[in-house]
């Protein structure tokens, strides 16, 4: 049984924790977080008596607990730092996404999985969804013959959008912006259902809607109340004490340094176009994509949870697939499992060993969360730069090969 460690208690970490404290193939020994109150609350919650430790004392924490695997779901900017100090520890690492978010952190994580000979898992749960599965299956099979481009467009609604504007996200040097922590699932996904990845990237985009300059336009429904949550008081509200971090930060007030509607162009080897974009206070959350290949185009629409009118209502995804001269066929119209459309239980089977066979290949790697990485980056170099960007040039300051 494989002895695992959670670093940084947030609210993604519940997942993780939850699989673990139930596994009957691996076992929790450790908590890291600077905050007290946090990893307190997460027994609380669990029922169990894992032993906490701060961040100073990780290096310590992996020893005294013989950790096997550690599991990083701090803020963005840290995962290369304790990616790193696990590795060189002798243990293995899942990391929430990104895997990092800039060149430097991309280069030490790679120089370290070399120098130790340990893996690095990046928890990309949308390749598990069933309906994503479907899509790769499809793809794979000649469904449409050769793709010739993508269209995707990535649509948040004004509560889930909005939430990346109240929390540490909203700073660029945190997160990467949403090109890189939001968008990196989906270029992920991308990446995956071609079988290749980025070659040159070009972006626009900016912040429209959310900071201190556009809030004039709007009133104080964007307010988050965390005393109306028992689980975001329990782990916010109650914990700002302890280390000063405000969860519910205005998303009109200064200080946001990231985009909240960006559209990217990316070429991907072998000749592939995928025109992709991200919209962050849309009135309606989910997303579309659509293949267009040499005998045909396959259409993926999804209606996800809504956010911001707490319907209740399920999540619901069509696929159409329409063969050139022909008319077209209904491939499947039903409703999303729980937890990103039942990605986050089958994610956490594999990583806990208890997964069936992987011939889709769902399983994602470090070179995975390089790949998704090298479109975020790009993204942003050419915002900043009003310039087409080579991937190459990017992997050559990383030093992997192109």
Known sequence: MRRHAI???????????????????AELVAFCDHNETRMRVHNDWLGTSVPGYRPEDFAAMLAKERVDVVVVCTPDHTHADYVVAALRAGCDVVTEKPMTTDVDGARRILAARRET???????????????????RELL????????GSVEFSWLLDTAHGADYFRRWHREKDRSGGLLVHKSGHHFDLVNWWLGSGPETVFALGGLFFYGDENGRRHDDRFALDLEASPRLRALYHDAEREDGYVRNQNVFAPGVTIEDDVSVLVQHRGGVVLNYHLHAYSPREGYRVAFSGSSGRLELDVRENEYATDSGEAGRAR????????????????????????????????????AEPDPLGCAADHDAGLQALLTGLAANRSLDTGRVVSVAELLAEIGEPA
Request: net charge neutral.
């Open 319 to 354: 696929l159409t697939r329409q063969r050139l001269w022909e008319p077209p066929e209904v491939v499947l119209d039903e409703p999303l499992g729980e937890g990103h459309g039942g990605g986050d239980e089958r994610m956490l089977a594999e990583l806990l060993g208890d």
């Open 117 to 135: 000979g340990h893996a690095v898992r990046v928890a990309f749960n949308y390749r598990y969804n069933p309906v994503h599965r479907r899509v």
């Open 7 to 25: 670093v940084g208690l947030g609210s993604r970490a519940q997942l993780f924790a939850k699989a673990l404290a139930g596994s009957p193939r």
């Open 140 to 147: 794979a099979a000649g469904t449409i013959g050769e793709i």
